[in-house]
């Protein structure tokens, strides 16, 4: 589990909002038997390997935040795993000053919204519970490349708020995102080692279209020991404040 001990209060307070809105979505789901994916599957059948669900992806037009949920072949899933969400924002919700990696392929396209980044994969298990966050080479969601640290700026505009298909899916994912926002960094600038050291061994080839490599930064979690995590870090902070001796104070005379 990673260090948040050096996380700011702010930073800490955010993700604990964030665990209290995760909480909430979770509890009124379990009431009625229901799950994050099967929120996303309900009505649509049988369920087929590579489709995305729900159809046509849940976008959110006033935030520009895009995800679906799909499912890989058996044979080609980790253990204990169903499916996995995939993460975008479109260019009209990023932040300003942000714009495409230099690379020697790039080509601007028709619709200047359609330049959308990856932000990050998150697994499921058969439960419907997250266990797993990741980050992929560009060929395997066909995005525009961006590097890490323009991809961490617009982590703060994935927000989808709106009621379809389901709003404590939409809720939840943006929560997720939130409540492991120093995991998605770390995993983001992964991505970009990873890229440069894979492109220094391979110089015959084009690592961004690279079907060898696939995950690019991958890590387990869980959401009950990041809860606990960010409890105790805040609880660290209390207790720091609390030893403080009290500043000095002048009167005047």
């Known amino acids: 589990m990673m260090d948040l001990s ?13 665990a209290r809105e995760l909480r909430t979505c ?14 996303l599957l309900r009505g649509h059948g049988t369920l087929y390997e590579w489709r995305h669900y729900p159809p046509g992806d849940v976008y959110d037009a006033e935030y520009h935040a895009q995800y679906y949920y799909h499912c890989h072949p058996e ?6 795993e169903h ?20 690379l020697e392929d790039f080509e601007e396209p028709e ?26 080479n560009r060929w395997v969601t066909g995005e525009t490349w961006y590097a890490a640290d323009d991809v961490i700026r617009m982590l703060d505009g ?6 379809r298909p389901s709003w404590p899916a939409n809720r939840w994912i943006t929560a997720l995102m939130r409540l492991f926002r120093p995991q998605i ?8 080692e990873t890229i440069r050291h894979w492109a220094g061994r391979h110089p015959d080839g084009y690592v961004y279209e690279d079907r ?18 960010v409890e105790m870090a805040l609880r660290g902070i209390r207790r720091r404040r609390s030893v403080l001796p009290e500043p000095p104070r002048f009167v005047e005379p």
């Open 6 to 18: 050096e996380l700011s209060r702010e930073e800490l307070d955010e993700m604990a909002e964030a």
């Open 111 to 136: 619709n200047q919204n359609d330049a959308l980044s990856h932000l990050v994969g998150i697994a499921m298990d058969v439960a419907g519970q997250p266990v797993r966050l990741f980050t992929t």
């Open 212 to 229: 060898k490599l696939e995950v690019a930064s991958q890590i387990m979690i869980s959401v009950d020991e990041q809860i606990a995590a």
């Open 158 to 163: 994935f927000v989808v708020d709106h009621a």
């Open 185 to 192: 960094e770390a995993l983001l600038r992964e991505r970009d």
């Open 75 to 80: 044979t080609e899933r980790p253990d204990g």
């Open 83 to 102: 499916g996995h969400f995939h993460t975008f924002l479109r260019p009209l919700g990023m932040p300003a000053g942000v714009a495409p990696a230099p």
């Open 26 to 39: 979770q509890r009124v789901l379990t009431k009625t038997g229901d799950t994050v994916v099967g929120e």
